[in-house]
């Protein structure tokens, strides 16, 4: 009888394993090309990928902003590179406004980073600067 408890036990550990695993796989699926999205200023196919990944996977943009990374860059600083002003401006209305004033990867704030590449004029950063 403890024979099958612990064999049921190991079986169920491993499944439950396997099935996190599982879901990271299809999560990164769904959020391949978010970056591809971005960089085409697509709002109505991002507001998709966004809507699709909530209702899937119970995860909103800031459970997985911090996780994505375009090129070495954060989703908005890639719409700020590429002049994407509509996808930008939708993340920065998306995200809390505490996670807009936190550092990123690199240590810099989003407001810091975009001074350092003479990007204050963009409507994105005056979004920013609202949002703030």
């Given amino acids: ?23 990271a796989d299809d999560i990164n699926q769904a959020l391949a090309n978010i970056c591809t999205i971005v960089q085409a200023d697509d709002k109505g196919e991002l507001r998709k990928k966004m809507r699709s990944v909530q209702s899937d996977y119970k995860l909103k943009l800031r459970d997985y902003y911090s996780g994505i990374s375009c090129g070495g860059q954060s989703l908005i600083r890639t719409a700020l590179s590429n002049n994407a002003v509509e996808v930008g401006t939708l993340l920065v209305k998306k ?20 001074a350092e590449q003479g990007l204050q004029s963009s409507p994105i950063s005056a979004e920013l600067n609202d949002r703030i």
Avoid: Y
């Fill in 1 to 23: 009888m403890l024979k099958i408890v612990k064999t049921s036990l190991v079986i169920a550990a491993s499944s439950l394993a396997f099935s996190n695993t599982a879901q």
């Fill in 95 to 114: 995200m809390p406004s505490k996670d807009l004033q936190a550092p990123e990867a690199d240590g810099k704030t989003l407001q810091a980073w975009i």
